[in-house]
């Protein structure tokens, strides 16, 4: 028994079997083991992650460090380290690069060959939709001036038409990445454990991992039953347009097998599909052309075969969740879950569009209507160089001012639900919510910290259709809980930091020794 006491604004709570079991004078009145002083903190509902990549984030930590970097010589510098320190033949492979690096976010081969000429090096952008190859990558996959443009994706060129070491969206990055050897499981299973330990420092105890391969499911199962994992996922399977059909039975098959190893730590219920890809590379899918060129952008699939497709994995109870930038993909998302509403059975099914940057004025009210969850990444409603310096010019001022629509969103009655999208955006709810609550960019879009706060715990337990599990503090609900240092709704939150987060009652970081 614990019971947590001296919390600013919120009575005693009493913890038992990994639940609260009272609140208030209750709590007080138990027979304790342990007794936590929260000196004065705030204590919330641990923080949930609405839409992540933890398993990408976790093994940017084990390459060259890129991150950070904010020159491309920089960059380079850091790759020739690297290859210094671990020497041999194999490939060389980071993220995430930041993309405004280079003009309209064209990387040249050249330039790491400067550092790495006779090694294969693979860096991923933190959009995780183009990568930057060197010479030596282009060669073993066999890309040159000769090879043509796939279908989902393109091959940046110099003049000449040889091509330059920028490789677009799917079809063109998978010429490379193809051939980069496949990460071990306990390799993959360390990156859950470092992922695990920055979502905890961060408040987060429950992620939507929300890009999941055959080989992640064995780390997730691997990591529970080692013990290793430090918070609660549920496993998007990624559907493909090219054989998601055959993909159906297995993906229930992982969902059963990851239902009875899970331990209460990982369920896999949900299907992600990419229905576009970023504005930044003008692949998003647009109602209308951009404005540099003329292009309506990459659709993944036609908006017939992702309604199709969409209907078939909700017939058997799949959550459905789809990648939506542009306002032509949210739409096509839209009418996919209209189709599967009016053809499949009434059930629980709670949909997610996961982004929603642009969306047609037309469409904003069917989110509510439709009972779609709109989960959004908060971090990117800045002015920061990539919106400066690649979407506001893509777009043009009145679609750029149409960007993010939290508040309109919330007064129509749309759930909304918070997530980071990390290794793309840091994993600090904290971050998100100072965004959201003060945009400095279409002031109107803000939410109150109220709305922010429960957007990050309320709006992704409903999202994780957990809401009678964890998200509130609640005899009976799951003792998942965060201790901030300040209360966001009367401190600057950049002020504020975590101390204590719990998964289950078990204290998985602490900044400091409470008791």
């Known amino acids: 028994m614990i019971l947590l006491t001296n919390a600013a604004n919120t009575p005693p709570v009493a913890i038992a079997d990994n639940r609260i079991v009272a609140v208030g004078r209750e709590a007080e009145a138990w027979d304790v083991a342990d007794v936590v002083d929260l000196r004065g903190g705030t204590l919330l509902p641990a923080f949930g992650d609405g839409h992540a990549h933890p398993v990408l984030g976790g093994l940017e930590r084990q390459g060259p460090a890129v991150t950070e970097k904010s020159t491309v010589d920089e960059i380079v510098a850091e790759v020739g380290r690297w290859a210094r320190e671990h020497p041999?033949?194999?490939?060389?492979v980071a993220a995430s690069y930041d993309p405004t690096l280079a003009p309209d976010g064209a990387f040249d081969a050249r330039w790491l060959d400067a550092a790495v000429p006779d090694r294969p090096v693979a860096l991923r952008s933190r959009d995780y939709h183009a990568v930057w190859c060197n010479s030596s990558a282009l060669a073993r996959a066999g890309i040159d001036r000769d090879t043509p443009e796939p279908r989902l994706g393109r091959?940046?060129?110099?003049?000449?038409?040889?091509?330059?070491?920028?490789?677009?969206?799917?079809?063109?990055?998978?010429?490379?990445?193809?051939?980069?050897?496949?990460?071990?499981?306990?390799?993959?299973?360390?990156?859950?454990?470092?992922?695990?330990?920055?979502?905890?420092?961060?408040?987060?105890?429950?992620?939507?991992?929300?890009?999941?391969?055959?080989?992640?499911?064995?780390?997730y199962l691997l990591a529970v039953e080692r013990d290793s994992l430090l918070f609660r996922a549920d496993l998007a399977q990624r559907a493909d347009p090219d054989r998601w059909r055959d993909q159906l039975p297995h993906f229930a098959d992982q969902r059963e097998r990851v239902t009875r190893f899970g331990r209460d730590l990982v369920t896999a219920r949900t299907v992600k599909f990419f229905a576009d890809g970023v504005i930044e590379t003008g692949t998003a899918s647009m109602l209308?052309?951009?404005?540099?060129?003329?292009?309506?952008?990459?659709?993944?699939?036609?908006?017939?075969?992702?309604?199709?497709?969409?209907?078939?994995?909700?017939?058997?109870?799949?959550q459905i969740h789809v990648h939506a930038i542009g306002d032509a993909a949210v739409r096509a998302a839209l009418d996919a879950v209209e189709r599967a509403r009016a053809v499949n059975p009434v059930w629980d099914r709670r949909p997610v569009i996961a982004h929603v940057q642009v969306v047609d004025p037309a469409d904003l009210p069917r989110f509510a209507e439709l009972g779609v969850i709109a989960t959004v990444q908060p971090q990117w409603a800045q002015t920061d160089p990539v919106m400066t310096e690649l979407t506001i010019p893509r777009l043009g001022p009145d679609r750029a001012n149409r960007q993010y629509p939290f508040a309109t969103l919330a007064r129509l009655g749309t759930r909304l639900a918070f997530g980071s999208d990390w290794p793309v955006s840091p994993p600090d709810p904290l971050v998100g919510i100072e965004v959201a609550t003060s945009r400095d960019w279409l002031p109107g879009e803000r939410l109150t910290a109220a709305q922010a706060i429960r957007a990050q715990t309320e709006g992704v337990a409903w999202q994780a259709q957990a809401e009678l599990e964890w998200g509130e503090i609640a005899v009976g609900r799951r003792a998942d809980l965060v201790c901030l240092s300040g209360d966001p709704a009367h401190t600057a939150i950049r002020e504020i930091s975590v101390t204590s987060t719990w998964l289950s009652g078990r204290r998985v970081y602490a900044a400091f020794t409470l008791g």
């Open 88 to 92: 041999g033949d194999g490939w060389i």
């Open 155 to 219: 091959i940046l060129r110099r003049a000449d038409g040889s091509p330059l070491g920028t490789l677009l969206e799917w079809h063109a990055c998978d010429l490379v990445l193809d051939l980069v050897p496949q990460r071990s499981t306990d390799d993959l299973v360390a990156a859950l454990d470092e992922a695990g330990r920055v979502y905890a420092a961060a408040g987060v105890t429950w992620v939507q991992d929300a890009w999941v391969e055959p080989a992640l499911v064995d780390a």
């Open 288 to 318: 209308d052309p951009y404005v540099d060129v003329q292009s309506h952008g990459m659709p993944v699939w036609s908006p017939a075969e992702l309604a199709e497709a969409v209907t078939a994995f909700d017939a058997e109870r799949f």
